[in-house]
Nanobody, 124 residues
Framework: VQLQASGGGLVQTGDSLTLSCASSARTVNNYAVAWFRQAPGKEREFVAGMRWYGGAPRVGDSVKGRFTISRDSAKNTVYLQMNSLKPEDTAVYYC??????????????????WGQGTLVTVSS
């Protein structure tokens, strides 16, 4: 499975931005997808994740109420809608995928496929 993330850029505090992650997989029915982010000097952090079909999405505490993960099955694409952006949201955002859901979904080692990352910079 190859993942291609896009949509990053420079925005101001309070703005919104949507990231996209296109999957090369022919079928994603049994896959789970997620977004992580990594700020300079920090560890990669879980942002949001979901099973491709069924189940409630999981969202990290730091972005709860502001970020939403969704997918378009026809396009095999996952999105991360980011609202009310803050300077602390500045990071490289990565999409990830794995076969099936993991109870340790917040752990980067639970995910087997990674996109190349897209940079989001939020200015104050």
């Amino acid at each position: 499975v190859q993942l291609q993330a896009s949509g990053g850029g420079l925005v101001q505090t309070g703005d919104s931005l949507t990231l996209s992650c296109a999957s090369s997989a022919r079928t994603v029915n049994n896959y789970a997808v997620a977004w992580f982010r990594q700020a300079p000097g920090k560890e990669r952090e879980f942002v949001a994740g979901m099973r491709w079909y069924g189940g409630a999405p999981r969202v990290g505490d730091s972005v709860k109420g502001r970020f939403t993960i969704s997918r378009d099955s026809a396009k095999n694409t996952v999105y991360l809608q980011m609202n009310s952006l803050k300077p602390e949201d500045t990071a490289v955002y990565y999409c990830a995928a794995r076969y099936g859901w993991s109870v340790t979904y917040w752990d980067t080692s639970s995910w087997s496929h990674w996109g190349q990352g897209t940079l989001v910079t939020v200015s104050s």
